[in-house]
């Protein structure tokens, strides 16, 4: 079956603008995590959705940063006024539940963001 | 205040040799730690877990070993091969509300070398 998906992989764009930033998670996966992994360190959380909601987003920066997942399945991170500190790859993960072994989460490829 | 460490940043080990990769955690409430291995320009890929009620899971050549009162935890993997040179990130995850967020290491990079 198709893994967690990211689109795109790529984005440059400039201090100031707006960006967004797409994930397609695992079939059936109910819960669905935003991280944002800066280089040479490990991925920091962001926001976590369980079904529609945004259950927990105490990892987001500051205000700037917003996300959605409005049917409960794609989910799409949207960052206002990028600055050149929000530059990292961007990955979006997903898991059955939140509970055993179900906790484990799969990644996708990630959105390298590079503000210029 | 990191609560997830992975204090060697690099290791290298011969083909066919043992790799023990290492992890310390200072969260008491973590009851589920994860294994990941990251290739460049990749996500991260699952490799093995282990609930805090067990201190061995193995799969295959991997087996990860969680020593609770140390709050330390180890991936031995057994034998090595080159395809394993990869960034290992050490994370674990406490119960918190409904929320199940990782925290990871800052990650260990390990070379095989043929």
């Known amino acids: 079956g198709a893994g967690v998906s990211q689109t795109p992989s790529n984005k440059v764009t400039e201090k100031g603008k707006y960006v967004e930033l797409r994930c397609d998670p695992i079939?059936?996966?109910?819960?669905l995590y935003w991280y944002r992994q800066s280089l040479g360190q490990g991925p920091e959380f962001l926001i976590y959705f369980q079904g529609t909601g945004a259950a927990d987003d105490s990892g987001l920066p500051n205000d700037r940063f917003f996300a959605v997942r409005p049917e409960g399945s794609v989910s799409t991170l949207k960052i206002q006024r990028t600055e050149r500190g929000d530059s990292a790859v961007y990955l979006c993960?997903?898991?059955?539940?939140?509970?055993?072994?179900?906790?484990?989460?799969?990644f996708g490829p990630g959105t390298r963001l590079t503000v210029l | 205040d990191q609560q997830v460490k992975q204090n060697s940043p690099s290791l290298s080990v011969q083909e066919g040799r043992i790799s023990i990769l290492n992890c310390d955690y200072t969260n008491s409430m973590f009851d589920y730690f994860l294994w990941y291995k990251k290739y460049p320009a990749e996500g991260p890929t699952f490799l093995i877990s282990i609930s805090s009620i067990k201190d061995k899971n193995e799969d295959g050549r991997f087996t990860v070993f969680l020593n609770k009162s140390a709050k330390h935890l180890s991936l031995h993997i057994v034998p090595s091969q080159p395809g394993d040179s990869a960034v290992y990130f050490c994370a674990a995850t406490a119960p918190s509300g409904s929320a199940r967020q990782l925290t990871f290491g800052s990650g260990t990079q390990l070379t095989v070398l043929p």
């Open positions: 993960a997903s898991s059955l539940g939140t509970s055993g072994g179900r906790v484990t989460q799969y």
């Open positions: 079939s059936g996966h109910t819960a």
